[in-house]
């Protein structure tokens, strides 16, 4: 397969993409574009194509068409909206599986789910010949990681041997999948996702930040024919049940990526602390040496940021990049300051000679639950470039951010002078605040000014007060 690494365009190409995971809790399997509706709106597509993205990620997704084995697939709706993706001027990058284990017959560990799978994406080849990119499997990596060492997912193990098998299975599947779908278009292309992650940690604990630092890798080093006994982690796969004959079989059958996608947030990026008593009340992990905690690097002030995480992969592989997922919870205005700044990351990248394909702004339609990651049903809603509080989309800053940068523009905003929350947390990605453009209250209603007071807090933004009559009182900084 020819990969492309002509110089890239100054600015990525704006993508877009749904939250579309369906995902296995104990019996309960839970569908994230139900739960937001969309399946019974027949607007949303147009109300996406409107910003101008030029490529969307859209499930098809195994266990919603092929809930009973060898049953007859209805494939009615998806073929509606994968036209409307193309009449709306988008390119559809089709997934197959979203931190899933499978329809009910089989799971993440059945010898055979490579096989089911393969067979599954080839029924939705013959379906959609026209398809061309794909992304068969979404984040295998995390999903083995989820399911197999944390016991979060179906099928809910906690040991190494299940972490490594789900992982070798889903990338196995991706092979095979892709194998089978290109008997129907030899053009298909492989966009292969994984979160973007990398650890960091105290001085004791070093060993552990470097071998989960190399372990990040696994899903692309076995899709590019990388995992051979050179390795340094052959031989922790084989001590770990990983046989000679599963390990070669990607060194037989490398199946390198056309894109390269990674997925970063601001917890993307994590720290271990073996110092259990500054952090009262919070469990601690351990992997048998040493007890520790498990945290976000952003709150140790470690983050690094995208750049310097893209540029490891690029220099490790050498094959084009994109930004698959970006996205945060929180509010708008540091909703718009994350996207912006990342979106600058990839900009800068693509001019200094590394290619950054896409930019995705994730989450169009919002997502349910994943501050618990998809363990309770709470229906905790989290908004993107569209708000569903109402039942019906509505778009927001983000939506007229991505509109204004897909055509071609720059996005400017008077709240992207203050530095978001992360940049305060993190040396490492601080940047100069200014504050230009400040909120102005006017009177002297002093239980309403602390209220807008509070509210310039939470969200990070400048206040100017004005009494009636008086001095101006100016807040000489965004509100932290």
Known sequence: MSTETNSPPSRPECWGGVECTINRVNDDYRDQLYDAGHYFRENDI????????RRLRYPVLWEKHEPAEGAAIDWSLTSRRLEEIRSNGMEPIA?????????GWTDLLDDGFPEKFAAYALKVAKRFPWLEYYTPVNEPLTTARFSGLYGLWYPHKKDEHSFLKMLFNQVKATVLAMKAIRTVNPAAKLVQTEDLGKTHSTGLLQYQADFENERRWLSYDLLCGKLDTHHSLWAHCRRNGISNEQLSFFLQRPCTPEVMGFNYYVTSERYLDHRLRLYPGQPPGGNGRHNYIDTEAVHAGKMQGLGVLLREAWERYHLPLAVTECHLHCTREEQIRWLHENWNTC?????????????????LMGAY???????????HYEGGCFELTTGKPKPTLLFSMAKQLCGGGHFEHPLLAAGGWWQKKSPATAQQVTTSSPLTFIGNNAGLYRSIQGICRSRNMPLLHVPFPGSITRTTKPWA
């Open 369 to 379: 639950d994943w501050d618990s990651l998809l363990v309770r049903r709470r229906y």
């Open 347 to 363: 900009c800068r990248l693509n001019r200094e000679g590394i290619p950054v394909k896409g930019f995705t702004f994730w989450a």
């Open 95 to 103: 997934g197959l599986l979203h931190h899933g284990s499978g329809p």
């Open 46 to 53: 147009a109300l996406i194509g409107a910003a101008g993205f």
